[in-house]
């Protein structure tokens, strides 16, 4: 009896390690502890042992069969272990540098925002920064925008629901509403409430409009702002440092020039077009690239500066307007695609 038990472990024992599928493992398993297998065989003997004997022959079958399950414990292991390796493929060295990508490049937006912040940076222009969730009274109120102006329209501007509270945007009156900014302009209203004349800013940053994104519009976008504000400050200051800055960025070639317009936080109000003839792809004389004007005495009382003796000038331009001009993309898209052979173009 013993024999024959030993002799099962060890044919077990030499040929389990051949085994290589579930199927010949399920196989095996039935061979020896099956309903039909060896050790249930020897097992269903027990009734013809004497009496006396049952005791170490059951402890000896017991072990039989602990150690045969302990062999396909480990068989079953190894065949987990099989299978994970064939999922995972040809063993890697994790240590090893992956396939150079190469450094990465400067966005062109971000490329045309350094160059401009460092244009205006020379003449005395700091960065000044403000949130993209907006209040109604920063974006609107404060620039006197009217209450039935259409860029306050719900069809123009994303309002954020009211239940919305963000802890860091600073709100003017309790019962206004969040939205996402429309233009850089409030933060024109931001810096002069926290500091007094003059001031001298430059204000890039992300801005969001309801449009329906084509190869001119996007629903999100780029502007910089910039605001002055000293003694004496006149309209051939703002057209002079409007010169500046499009003949530093885009060539001594460039023209400026002024259409009257109308915004309610400037008066006199402009639309600023350049003339850029020398750029590749610019095939239009003149591009309208944004709005200026000499700050209204309304915006100045409602930050609380003395509009009889400060005085300013404000403008705000779209830097995918710029980019597009300067580098000769003629759709919005390519900007937001994040499409490698795109990018690499501005290495
Ligand atoms: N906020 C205007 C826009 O988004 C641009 C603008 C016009 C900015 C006149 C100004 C300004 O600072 O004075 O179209």
Redesign the pocket.
């Known amino acids: 009896m013993q024999e024959q038990l030993s002799a099962i472990l060890a044919k077990a024992q030499a040929e389990f390690p051949g085994i290589l599928t579930r199927p010949e493992y399920e196989a095996a398993k039935a061979r020896y502890v099956g309903p039909h297998g060896e050790l249930t065989a020897i097992m269903k003997q027990m009734g013809a042992v004497p009496k006396e004997q049952r005791p170490v022959f059951g402890k000896l079958v017991n072990e039989t069969k602990v150690q045969l399950q302990a062999l396909l414990d480990a068989t079953l292991a190894r065949l987990e272990q099989l299978e994970l390796a064939s999922k995972l493929g040809p063993a890697i060295d994790p240590t090893l540098p992956s396939p150079d990508v190469g450094p990465g490049t400067s966005h062109p937006l971000t490329l045309v925002r350094e160059e401009m912040c460092r244009i205006l940076h020379k003449v005395g222009f700091v960065i000044a920064d403000g949130p993209e969730v907006e209040t109604e009274y920063y974006c609107f109120d404060a620039l006197n925008t009217p209450a039935d102006h259409p860029a306050r329209d719900t069809q123009d501007t994303f309002y954020l629901p009211e239940t919305a509270r963000f802890a860091n945007v600073s709100k003017k009156n309790r019962e206004e509403r969040y939205l996402l900014r ?4 409030s933060v ?1 209203i931001r810096t002069m409430l926290k500091g007094a004349p003059p001031i001298r800013i430059v204000s890039p940053g992300r ?1 969001y409009r309801r449009d329906t994104t084509d190869a001119t519009h996007s629903a999100n976008f780029h ?1 910089l ?3 002055y504000v000293d003694k004496n400050v006149t309209v051939s200051d703002l057209k002079a440092l409007l010169d500046y800055i499009f003949a530093s960025l885009l060539g001594k070639e460039t023209k400026t020039r002024f259409r009257p317009h109308y ?1 309610g ?2 008066e006199p ?1 402009f639309e600023v077009d350049l003339s850029a003839k020398h750029l590749p792809k610019v095939n239009k004389e003149w591009i309208e690239i ?4 000499m700050v209204d005495p309304l915006v100045f009382d409602a930050v609380g500066y003395d509009s009889k003796v400060w005085s300013g ?5 779209g830097l995918e307007r710029l980019a597009m001009m300067l580098y000769g993309i003629d759709d919005i898209r390519h900007f937001y695609q994040n499409d490698a052979r795109f990018l690499r173009q501005f290495a």
């Not at 000038?313 to 331009?317: K, L, N, P, S, V």
């Open positions: 429309t233009h850089t302009s024109q801005v502007q702002e910039c605001l915004f936080y400037t109000s944004g709005g200026c004007g000038y404000a403008f705000g331009m």
